[in-house]
């Protein structure tokens, strides 16, 4: 048997990181047993479904790097085979037309709720003969009496008596087919194995099984993965923060360490915290995920963010982190090498947006400098380190405008001033970068250059100046 899955998500949005880590079990298992990985768009809400939500599927997909062997499958453009589905259980006796009103079945329901009993179709319309031209449903005849056993692979046998479940609308009084019946004829004619899918599903699972037996196929084994939850125990929503794919792209993230955190949302290995994809799919298992829901943690996400930041190819970063520089209003041509750039800073960012943010000096000057670092660093006794280290790098040709040279004048400057080099060092820093935090002096004056150097020195010594005469 060929191993296939599928990832069917509803475009009635953007790509739920929620949805994601289920697009990647999925996609895993298939890639794992040498299967088949199918996307499908359950759009048959068409209230809902926009064209939008499906380009940030796709878009969300792609960026993911999840590629899909078959699809993507609209349900939209398969209503003739639903419906020719129908009227076969119709004229097996497997459904019938139900005319009962809004009003009776809201009546139905506040009595049986009133009664402590569940909400359920009693069944009225089952022994009765409604006028097919006549303003009608379709409902499914669930199977009285006997249990539905769902084997799931993570939870285990979960058993659901037939009895609880009601009988099912199939297709609306619009001749629309609803998604319990859509989704069982979907899953026979793709021959899905293994439907692996959030666990909110479970409840449809015993419906759709006993659709799936009167259709005369057997079910698919089914996988039922716990929720998401925020940091506070509640379902992961907009208020915990960003939830959208795109939106974690488009703040920086890296799509390998997004996936690296989803496949450890509720699935571990030993204590291995970094996967390549190729290990992954190597040592994934539905079976060992876990039972109960996960938590997000940003701080995780972050951390592991810059651990794929550090170990990139400089020059696949080059490419991701031009779109962050020019949100800034920052042209990567007008200054150093960006790959100098980046070798000299990834170890120190989280994400490609803090990157561009704690890079900027290396492109244009900066309106003011970090107040603490200034209050610490660019004080009256700062003034003579930066006049005398101006003095030398004016002296210094651009040709010697060089790492080495430049860490022998600051070491110099500070052995003719008999202080130590951080006395010289963070001045520098401060005044070139404006705040205490960036690479090794050296690189720093490497990257910014001698003109906006001398230039930031100056900006330096004013602002003691005026600072003085403040005092």
């Not at 926009?50 to 960026?63: F, H, R």
């Not at 639903?82 to 006796?93: C, M, P, S, T």
């Not at 659709?211 to 925020?230: N, S």
């Not at 001698?450 to 020195?457: F, G, N, S, V």
């Amino acid at each position: 048997m060929t191993v296939r899955t599928r990832f069917a998500p509803s475009p009635t949005g953007y790509l739920h990181v929620g949805g994601a880590r289920t697009a990647l079990f999925c996609y895993l298992y298939a890639r794992k047993h040498g299967g088949q990985f199918v996307l499908r768009i359950e759009d048959t809400d068409l209230e809902r479904s926009t064209a939008e939500s499906v380009n940030a599927i796709l878009e969300g997909m792609t960026w993911l790097g999840l590629d899909y062997d078959e699809g993507p499958f609209y349900q939209t453009q398969r209503f003739d085979r639903y419906n020719a589905v129908i009227d076969d259980l119709l004229a097996r006796g497997l459904a019938y037309r139900c005319d009962c009103s809004k009003e009776r079945l809201e009546k139905l329901r506040v009595d049986q709720m009133a009664h402590k009993q569940k909400p359920r179709y009693d069944g009225h319309c089952c022994q009765r003969t409604i006028d097919p031209d006549a303003p009608h449903v379709i409902r499914f005849k669930n199977p009285p009496d006997g249990v539905v056993i769902v084997d799931d692979l993570i939870r285990g046998r979960v058993p659901f008596a037939n009895a609880e479940l009601d009988d099912l609308i199939i297709r609306r009084s619009d001749g629309a087919p609803t998604y319990n019946l859509s989704v069982v004829v979907d899953d026979a004619d793709m021959r899905i194995t293994h439907v692996i899918r959030g666990d909110d599903h479970l409840n449809n699972t015993p419906r759709q099984i006993n659709i799936l037996r009167a259709m005369g196929h057997e079910p698919p084994r089914y996988a039922h993965v716990p929720m998401i939850l925020g940091d506070d125990g509640a379902r992961l929503s907009k208020r915990h923060g960003a939830v959208s794919v795109i939106a974690y792209r488009d703040q920086g993230y890296l799509p390998e360490a997004l996936l690296n955190y989803l496949v450890r949302l509720g699935w571990s290995h030993g204590d291995q915290e970094v996967f390549s994809i190729e290990q992954m799919i190597e040592l994934f298992d539905i079976g060992d995920v876990n039972k109960s829901a996960s938590a997000f943690n940003t701080d995780k996400l972050d951390w592991l963010n810059q651990q794929y930041l550090q170990h990139a190819d400089p020059q696949r970063i080059d490419r991701l982190l031009r779109p962050h520089l020019g949100h800034l209003g920052i042209d990567p041509s007008t200054g150093p090498a960006l790959t100098a750039v980046i070798k000299a800073q990834a170890a120190r960012a989280k994400t490609l947006t803090e990157l561009a943010e704690i890079s900027a000096f290396c492109y244009r000057d900066f309106d003011e400098f970090d107040e603490a670092s200034a209050k610490k660093h660019l004080r009256l006794v700062a003034r003579e380190p930066l006049e005398q280290i101006r003095a030398a790098f004016e002296l210094l040709a651009n040709d010697d405008w060089t790492a080495e040279t430049l860490k022998h004048t600051v070491e110099r400057v500070a052995e003719t001033l008999q202080v130590n080099m951080g006395k010289v060092a963070q001045p520098l820093r401060v005044a070139v970068v404006g705040r205490a935090a960036s690479p090794g002096i050296d690189e720093t004056l490497l990257l910014v250059g001698k003109e906006a150097t001398l230039r930031r020195i100056d900006k330096a010594l004013a602002y003691i100046a005026a600072r003085g005469a403040e005092a």
